[in-house]
């Protein structure tokens, strides 16, 4: 029997499990049967569900609620789990650090321009990464992005803390709107909706809710303030003044073709006529009637929420031309994609094969230890009361009286057990190489194998290629968040106004560095000339070297360098130059006054 139909897509490889069919996803997770799922949306939600099952060890209850009726015997040992955090560790490196450019410049002899700006920004963003738990926030995003590959941060504004605080989403709860024609990486969509479903609660006598967050760009509209509807419902409504017009937001104006326009805190003489507005609001899902999704929620039947600080979030403005929100893919998507793709996606059958290929090596190995046993001759024990045979045991200790015919054979299942054991291994081995991982980089590979350590390099070149595609799929969203963390600070007249700098998150080296070549290389290179004492510190930090600083280690380096001191001082001359090479302060220029010859004995 042939297939109905071929659907090639960002999941098509999970299509060999048959969930991602719309009836066959809403049967096997309940969560997505709500009428406010939309259609299209199914295919992607029913495929993180999978992958969450098998980092979770559930893939045979996923397969048994499938209809395998063998699926809840599998065994499972957490394969897939090791996948993921072996792929997080590698991508995330011995450390993040979020670098400004020029900012190492700031404290030089001649410092470039714009480098006081750059190290000051610099402080200030890691210095709000350090309260934000910035590490700890993106470990939760980066391992849901290579587990189901996408991950989602939302940024937002906190009036009583004074900063911007940093949050990460289920991939599962986020629902870019899409125009036709525009659903690639470059792009970026005018709205974006979090929406996911609210239990009902009998005993307080709440009914099953869906809630949903969205961000839009739109154009700037007049003031607005929180008031109540006809029916007592948080609403927002216009800020009419005394002859009964709109007012302006403080800092808006109008403009002759009737549009309003802002000048935002880090785009100094460049009006700009868009917005950002924020709806936070649930539905009962009994109020809801008709065929009305994620994407078309009636407003008319909205309940909106109220911020801390008692603002309705109906359509606030945000005052911000941006919104708050960074996708991360796991990979680059492909052409006219927007989706990443998980790091089990092409390894998921062959994780099936070894979570059953485990469970026959568990089977087999009960026959193995405790052997099926056939007697022929044996006087077995007779029950008294039934005169049947008892059934027979084998224990330590057993005796059994055999005739002079007799004998005892026993099942011998260990070639079978051992055959299994060598096809657990294959398939590890070809997991590693499949995903990109690499035996190595798993630690399935035995040192001793390892001839060289160009050897080992050469082994490890597949995970090399992963890393740095992984990496560059998150460089300009990463960019892009820092780039907001500084808007949103400025929008809130907590940061200084002007253009926002360029920022980056500098991932640590995500493979053993041999610290011992490295500092040979720098020794070599800065002593012979071809390499800059900078760059040379430099490269001992990326090596993992304690240096915090590199300007002040360089610093402490040259006041102990008294033989390059020598050099300088015969080369220039210049005995100021020396001092300040060395750190010292400037020698007193006065001559010392002469004390006057005593007078001769007369």
């Not at 109906?314 to 893919?329: A, C, E, K, N, T």
């Not at 004998?407 to 294959?426: F, G, V």
């Not at 640590?508 to 000339?529: E, F, I, K, Q, Y």
């Amino acid at each position: 029997m042939g297939l109905r139909e071929l659907v090639i897509d960002a999941w098509s490889w999970l299509s060999y499990k048959g969930t991602l069919a719309p009836e066959a996803a809403r049967r096997t997770f309940p969560e997505l049967g709500g009428q406010w799922v939309p259609e299209e949306d199914l295919r992607r939600l029913a495929a993180y569900k999978s992958l969450v099952a098998y980092d979770q060890n559930q893939a045979g209850q996923l397969a048994a609620a499938h209809g395998d009726e063998d699926g809840g015997e599998r065994r499972e040992l957490g394969d897939p789990s090791r996948l993921i955090e072996a792929a997080l560790g590698y991508l995330l490196g011995s450390e993040q650090k979020i670098v400004v450019p020029g900012a190492e410049h700031a404290e030089g002899e001649s410092p470039v321009t714009g480098a006081g700006s750059a190290a000051v920004v610099q402080e200030r963003l890691r210095a709000w990464a350090k309260k934000e738990q910035f590490p700890l926030r993106v470990q939760q995003a980066e391992r849901c992005a290579v587990r189901c590959g996408d991950g989602v941060y939302v940024l937002s504004w906190a009036p009583d803390k004074g900063r911007v605080l940093l949050r990460t989403y289920d991939p599962g709860w986020y629902f870019p709107e899409w125009e036709e024609g525009e659903q690639d990486i470059a792009e970026y969509p005018r709205r974006v909706h979090f929406a996911w479903g609210l239990p009902a609660d009998p005993a307080k006598g709440v009914k099953e809710r869906v809630r949903r967050i969205t961000y839009e760009l739109d154009w700037i509209a007049p003031a607005t303030r929180s008031g109540y509807d006809v029916g007592g419902g948080a609403v927002r409504e216009t800020v009419l003044g005394d002859d009964g017009t709109a007012v302006l937001t403080p800092g808006d104006a109008l403009t002759e073709t009737g549009r309003i326009t802002r000048i935002y805190p880090w785009s100094a003489g460049r009006p700009s006529s868009v917005t950002c507005y924020l709806t936070d609001a649930e539905w009962v899902l009994d109020d809801l009637r008709g065929s009305y999704d994620v994407y078309s929620l009636p407003a008319g039947k909205a309940r909106y929420r109220t911020r801390a600080d008692g603002e309705v979030l109906d359509r606030l403005d945000l005052q911000v031309d941006f919104q708050p929100v960074v996708h991360i893919p796991n990979s680059i998507p492909d052409v006219g994609e927007h989706w990443g793709k998980s790091v089990l996606a092409l390894v998921l059958q062959g994780l099936d094969e070894l979570a059953a290929t485990d469970t026959d090596s568990s089977a087999a190995s009960a026959t193995t230890g405790s052997p099926v046993i056939a007697l022929a001759g044996a006087r077995l024990p007779v029950d008294r009361a039934t005169g049947q045979a008892l059934p027979v045991r084998v224990r330590a200790g057993s005796v059994w009286e055999l005739s002079e015919s007799g004998r005892m054979d026993t099942l011998d299942t260990s070639p079978q057990l051992a055959e299994l054991r060598s096809r657990i291994d294959h398939l590890q081995d070809r997991i590693a190489a499949n995903s990109r991982l690499t035996a190595a980089g798993l630690g399935l590979l035995d040192p001793t194998e390892v001839p060289s350590g160009y050897a080992l390099q050469l082994a490890l070149s597949p995970l090399d290629s992963l890393v740095g595609a992984m990496r560059l799929a998150r460089a300009d969203k990463y960019a892009l968040l820092l780039r907001m963390v500084q808007r949103l600070h400025q929008a809130g007249r907590v940061w200084p106004e002007g253009e926002s700098l360029s920022a980056e998150l500098v991932w640590g080296p995500h493979a053993p560095t041999d610290r011992a070549a490295v500092l040979a290389d720098v020794v070599s290179g800065v002593t012979n000339g071809v390499l800059s004492l900078e760059t040379g510190v430099r490269m001992l930090q990326d090596a993992g070297y304690p240096i915090e600083d590199a300007v002040e280690e360089i610093e402490r380096i040259q006041r102990r360098s008294f033989e390059q001191a020598a050099r300088l001082a015969d080369a220039t001359g210049d005995n100021g130059v020396v001092r300040k090479y060395l750190g010292l302060p400037e020698a007193n220029p006065g001559v010392p006054p002469v004390a006057p010859p005593k007078p001769a004995d007369q």
